[in-house]
């Protein structure tokens, strides 16, 4: 180091250059001692007290590592994990047929139908990285990372060849991420909560495929913040009518008072992935400007 760049050195050593630098000291590094610096100390930051010391490291990490990457806007892809793949689907049908329970034909044949949807969510993925490769600023796609729907997103968005985001969750069962995340975009969270604020943070639209009780929970959360002016308008898009208006009777939230008229215009449905890249295409006005 010349003189000069002693001006913006570093006035002290860096938290990972003292770990690395630590020498061990056989009193004092065995089970039960105090001495371990209180930031390496995992049985400290795992105790009950530093819940809020790792809420907030929950929102840091994904925050620093998406700025550094450059992420500034995202199309989140909601929807179900237990929807499978046309293949997959066709292959379980198959099965089912070959041993004549009727009770597993019924499923299987469901299960084929519910597989156009993991083929409109990977086709979503492929146009929103094809849409927006020439741009200087890309959008993103982002899913929770786990299977079904949301491994459909990133999958699009890998096929495509662009890069997609996993907002992964430790669950009982554990859920693996699904392989066609971009591994530097790749987070694993354990608090619901700050995993969904991750999700509204950066997205400029929210595409709701059919889903249970964790899709229902993200999309009436995001629902909630903008009728509530908690969060900013953007698209809210339900894809599949047929689904939606079976699972939520709107017009009788409408009728007994419980939300306003106006408010189902906080949503619309669309039906394929190209109507809902042409509603992104409108807002956005991504068709007359080179840049968003």
């Not at 987070?187 to 969904?196: G, V």
Request: net charge negative; proline share 7%.
């Amino acid at each position: 180091m010349n003189r000069r760049d002693e001006l913006t050195a570093r006035n002290f050593p860096s938290a990972k250059d003292e770990c690395e630098a630590l020498s061990p000291h056989p009193n004092y590094d065995g089970p039960g001692s105090a001495y371990e610096l209180a930031f390496k100390d995992e049985e400290f930051l795992l105790r009950e007290e530093l819940r809020p010391v790792r809420m907030q490291l929950e929102l840091l990490k994904p925050e620093l590592v998406l700025t550094e990457q450059g992420v500034r806007s995202t199309v989140v892809i909601f929807g179900s994990a237990r929807v499978l793949p046309r293949d997959v689907a066709e292959q379980r049908l198959a099965v089912a047929e070959d041993g004549g329970d009727p009770t597993a034909i019924r499923r299987a044949r469901m299960q084929l139908d519910m597989s156009r949807y993991y083929e409109e969510a990977r086709r979503l993925g492929q146009l929103i990285t094809d849409g927006c490769r020439s741009r200087g600023e890309p959008i993103y796609v982002a899913t929770g990372g786990g299977p079904g729907i949301m491994e459909a997103g990133n999958r699009g968005a890998f096929e495509a060849g662009g890069k997609s985001i996993g907002l992964n969750i430790v669950l009982p069962h554990e859920q693996q991420p699904n392989p066609f995340i971009t591994p530097e975009l790749c987070f694993r969270f354990h608090y619901f909560a700050l995993r969904k604020m991750h999700f509204l943070m950066r997205s400029v639209a929210l595409v709701c495929f059919p889903g249970g009780f964790g899709t229902l929970d993200e999309l009436f959360e995001t629902l909630t913040l903008v009728q509530t002016r908690k969060s900013r308008p953007r698209p809210i898009l339900l894809f599949g009518r047929e689904f939606w208006s079976r699972l939520i009777n709107f017009d009788l939230l409408i009728d007994t008072g419980m939300i306003n008229p106006a408010d189902v215009s906080l949503f619309r449905y669309v039906e394929t992935a190209e109507e809902a890249w042409s509603v992104l295409e409108a807002e956005y006005e991504l068709n007359n400007s080179p840049t968003l």
